[in-house]
């Protein structure tokens, strides 16, 4: 087993454990504290102890914030700048399950883009399977729901052609769909993160 090895020291806003629904943050539970980056663990200072988030149970990071999430952290922390980490956690209700967790950080810019940038190749993700726009989200969606014909895709999202085209090859390309428009697993997975 690999020697805990640290990485950065930051002092930044957080909420280990964010309460959202959908993309609505309802938590408020903003901490002030030190967050150590190593090769194993994201430790934050949380009153008189820490807790972790160990990097092999990240599942995603960098997640786009909606306007009223960055409006939310700007006014409890006066940091516009948001880095979310979703990650699996063990449950406190059925013992030997994982649930799912969201991790919001507000610092300032450099400080979220650097440590976007240092987390995403080791935690196994990149900036390009991070990101899906509103049209692919919409696309996503509406292929689940069983609509595949690309004139009906194109009128109920609102796009062109040649944009839906793009959105689809982005899909595809990320391996959340199939040529057909059928879902992948893994495209299931990504559209329960974003509902």
Same mark, same amino acid.
């Given at each position: 087993?690999?020697q805990?090895q640290g990485?950065?020291?930051?002092d930044l806003?957080?909420i280990t ?10 938590s408020n539970?903003?901490?002030k ?5 190593t090769n194993?663990?994201?430790w934050?200072s949380?009153?008189?102890?820490w807790?972790?988030i160990?990097l092999?149970?990240?599942?995603m990071?960098?997640?786009e914030?909606t306007?009223?999430?960055k !409006?939310?952290?700007?006014r409890? !922390? ?9 990650y699996v956690?063990?449950?406190?209700l059925?013992?030997?399950?994982n649930?799912?967790?969201t991790a919001l950080?507000?610092?300032n810019?450099?400080?979220?883009n !650097?440590?976007k940038n ?8 990149s900036q390009?399977s991070?990101?899906?726009s509103d049209i692919?989200k919409k696309?996503?969606?509406l292929l689940?729901?069983g609509v ?15 944009t839906? !085209?793009n959105s689809?090859?982005?899909?595809k390309d990320?391996q959340l ?5 059928a879902l992948?697993?893994?495209g299931?997975?990504k559209l329960?993160?974003i509902?």
């Amino acid at each position: 087993m690999a020697q805990e090895q640290g990485i950065a020291k930051v002092d930044l806003h957080y909420i280990t454990n964010a309460v959202m629904m959908g993309n609505s943050l309802y938590s408020n539970n903003w901490e002030k504290g030190v967050m150590y980056l190593t090769n194993i663990n994201l430790w934050f200072s949380v009153g008189n102890g820490w807790e972790t988030i160990p990097l092999k149970n990240i599942t995603m990071i960098g997640r786009e914030p909606t306007s009223s999430i960055k !409006t939310k952290a700007q006014r409890a !922390t006066g940091a516009s700048d948001v880095l979310i980490i979703d990650y699996v956690k063990e449950s406190h209700l059925v013992e030997g399950t994982n649930v799912s967790s969201t991790a919001l950080l507000a610092g300032n810019e450099s400080i979220i883009n !650097t440590l976007k940038n240092y987390l995403q190749p080791m935690c196994g993700s990149s900036q390009k399977s991070q990101s899906l726009s509103d049209i692919d989200k919409k696309l996503l969606y509406l292929l689940y729901t069983g609509v595949t014909d690309f004139q009906k895709l194109g009128f109920l999202i609102g796009v062109d052609a040649d944009t839906l !085209t793009n959105s689809f090859k982005n899909l595809k390309d990320q391996q959340l769909c199939d040529n057909g428009g059928a879902l992948t697993n893994t495209g299931l997975k990504k559209l329960q993160e974003i509902m």
